[in-house]
């Protein structure tokens, strides 16, 4: 869009560009420039329009922009056109995820690219590496307290390996995944070394304080995020004398975004991931980018235009870079990320879809889906290009935050809906087979989230241990029953390493000092790779789990109506137990497919008139195209196995 205010400052600032970036080839650069400032411009005099700095600090967000394009090589600046062409190609129905810890899934970043093979036989073609940048030992969260954003932590590898590893990823179509924590830095980062020392312009990098009385304020209205082991939001750093903001833990320091330079800073580091060859960035703790006091400081407008501005100047720089929204809130939160857009994502083209995560697990405990239909209906409806990253188990922990008016209306109270499920998946109620360990729990409140494998809360732990056949084909059932959902809802399926065999909780974790305090560590696994070898062994849980999972993946992927342009619908039955949807294509309904998934341990029973009329049934078959055979039938009610589900299709 042109105007001329913008567009004029747009004029004097490349004028102004220093030599050795204005005497480059930037045809292309300057044709997007062109074509986004208004948006930038906008953005940035939005945030920022009030300091003396403005134009000083918007010649330095064009310059970063610019000199990260002549830095891109040229093969990803044709990868970058080659998805202008084509911009919903992130919408198909092809892609399937996988997240994991390079030093637990293979070792290092070189033993994930020997196992390059491994994606491709299960049918993986997006992996998302867990954070792999410089963190301190013993207090890096994770990998999520960085304290270098343009270096990868020794115990990884080399910046060198990476880029083997992306090229070798390219080779096989298979798309690469990053972190970059926007929030916060370690306390270690060169950054709050500085202001450490006492350097005003690094301190303010950060939210330092030389007293409480601000502090105090933010207190009042914000969350505690780990209330038992870093209570407050607040930490005092003895060698600055000030108080720092610290939402997450005290060695992780809250950045400033309401300095410029802070967001340039980012940008730039968004950028020089983007030119190593990553095809995806999730971007960490998005939420939480701009503090006000008197408010929670999580889902603030300004934190929206932040994300906003990243994404335009992206999408000049490296338009064929997506990125992914790290915001576990609220559903009416939630789809806010993907941007204000009618139809196209300005601010992340994919989000976790934590509510549908934390509803199915909700219908384990259950046995029926009430919650979870009436969760579904009440998710906003998504912007058409965007994406839902659709996942069961994750490295992070299970929350809970269902609406409370979901709650009442499936029939539940809140308060001991969720201690029931607490105590369901800790192994606490006594026709449960679940293992797992309550996380960050709050003395005040009983309020606690979940830990644990996938396999281990679906009760393939107990089963194995006890003997229980039976034990153990449910829980091998109720595992495929929750990927099944994840594979046909509509967006990005990601299944997180371990999983695909089956992995149970480790709880070695309790034994190291840095990690006996924090139960993630029991779902964060080191893959036995000979174990892993049971996947091609008949008779094995770990065959009957990678084998179902290798179909479904395959399937899924011949399925058009798979693809993710907001062609789901929810179809309300009378029996609880099923949870029914249709994925549809309105110009050609011989490609619809009716998911039907059982969440209860008993057979259940569907009328086809739920889903059919009489007379489209009348000289038509349905066929499950997962199993290829036909669903089991008696007249016109759909019989449904203990745990089990169906892709159907009508088929002459």
């Known amino acids: 869009m042109y105007e001329q205010i913008s567009h004029s400052l747009l004029n004097e600032i490349l004028n102004n560009l220093k030599t050795d970036i204005s005497k480059k080839d930037l045809r292309h650069f300057y044709t997007r420039l062109g074509a986004n400032y208004y948006a930038i411009h906008s953005l940035f005099e939005t945030l920022y329009g009030g300091r003396e700095d403005f134009k000083q600090q918007a010649q330095h967000l064009v310059e970063t922009m610019a000199r990260k394009y002549i830095e891109r090589p040229d093969h990803l600046k044709d990868l970058d056109s080659e998805r202008e062409k084509d911009h919903n190609w992130f919408l198909h129905q092809k892609w399937v995820g996988m997240a994991l810890y390079s030093n637990g899934f293979a070792g290092n970043l070189n033993g994930v690219r020997e196992h390059l093979a491994y994606f491709q036989e299960l049918g993986i073609n997006l992996v998302h590496i867990m954070p792999i940048m410089y963190c301190p030992e013993g207090r890096s969260d994770g990998g999520y307290a960085v304290s270098d954003f343009r270096e990868i932590d020794s115990r990884a590898g080399t910046l060198e390996d990476l880029e083997h590893l992306a090229t070798d990823m390219r080779s096989r179509d298979i798309l690469l995944v990053l972190d970059i924590v926007v929030n916060h830095t370690s306390d270690e980062h060169e950054w709050a070394q500085h202001a450490r020392n006492g350097d005003p312009v690094y301190q303010d990098y950060y939210y330092t304080f030389t007293s409480r009385n601000v502090p105090d304020m933010f207190e009042q209205s914000m969350p505690e995020i780990f209330p038992e082991t870093s209570p407050g939001n607040f930490t005092w750093d003895e060698k600055m004398q000030r108080w720092v903001m610290t939402v997450f833990n005290d060695y992780q320091w ?226 495929l029953l929750l990927h099944n959902v994840i594979m046909s809802f509509g967006g990005i399926p990601l299944i997180y390493y371990g999983d695909e065999i089956g992995t149970l909780n480790e709880m070695e974790f309790q034994s190291d000092p840095n990690k ?103 000289h038509k078959r349905l066929v499950d195209l997962y199993s290829g055979q036909s669903p089991d039938l008696f007249k016109k009610t759909l019989v449904v196995p203990a745990y089990g589900f169906y892709w159907l299709r009508e088929m002459i």
């Open 516 to 618: 006996a305090g924090d139960s993630r560590w029991m779902h964060r696994p080191t893959i036995d790779w000979k174990r892993a070898e049971l996947r091609n062994k008949p008779g094995t849980t770990e065959f009957a789990i990678f084998s179902a999972l290798k179909r479904m993946i395959a399937v899924r992927k011949e399925i058009s109506v798979f693809e993710d342009y907001n062609n789901r619908e929810l179809i309300d039955v009378e029996n609880p137990h099923l949870f029914v949807y249709a994925r549809y294509n309105q110009m050609k309904p011989t490609e619809n497919v009716f998911i039907v998934s059982n969440f209860n341990n008993q057979t259940q029973y569907l009328e086809l008139s739920h889903i059919f009329s009489g007379t489209e049934m009348a």
């Open 254 to 479: 809250d950045l400033n975004y309401s300095n410029p330079a802070v967001l340039i800073e980012m940008l730039d580091v968004i950028l020089y991931w983007a030119n190593k060859g990553v095809d995806i960035l999730r971007l960490d703790a998005v939420a939480f980018l701009w503090k006000k006091i008197g408010s929670t400081c999580q889902n603030e407008r300004e934190a929206h235009l932040i994300l906003q501005l990243l994404k335009d100047c992206c999408q000049v720089t490296a338009p064929g870079v997506l990125y992914i929204a790290e915001a576990i809130v609220a559903p009416v939160e939630v789809t806010k990320y993907f941007g204000e857009d009618a139809v196209i994502a300005k601010e992340c083209e994919i989000a976790y879809n934590a509510t549908l995560m934390a509803l199915l697990w909700d219908s384990v405990a259950t046995k029926n889906a009430k919650l979870l239909t009436l969760g579904i209906k009440n998710l906003p409806v998504k912007l058409e290009r965007a994406t839902w990253l659709n996942y069961v188990r994750c490295h992070d922990d299970i929350g809970l935050g269902f609406d409370d008016r979901d709650i009442f209306a499936a029939g539940y109270e809140p308060v001991n809906h969720r201690k029931f499920l607490i105590d369901y998946y800790t192994g606490k109620f006594d026709e449960s087979h679940a293992r797992g360990l309550p996380f960050g729990q709050n003395s005040k409140t009983g309020d606690a989230r979940i830990s644990g494998s996938l396999a281990s809360l679906a009760g393939l732990e107990h089963a194995i241990r006890s003997g229980d056949q039976k034990a153990i084909e449910d829980a091998v059932k109720t595992i």
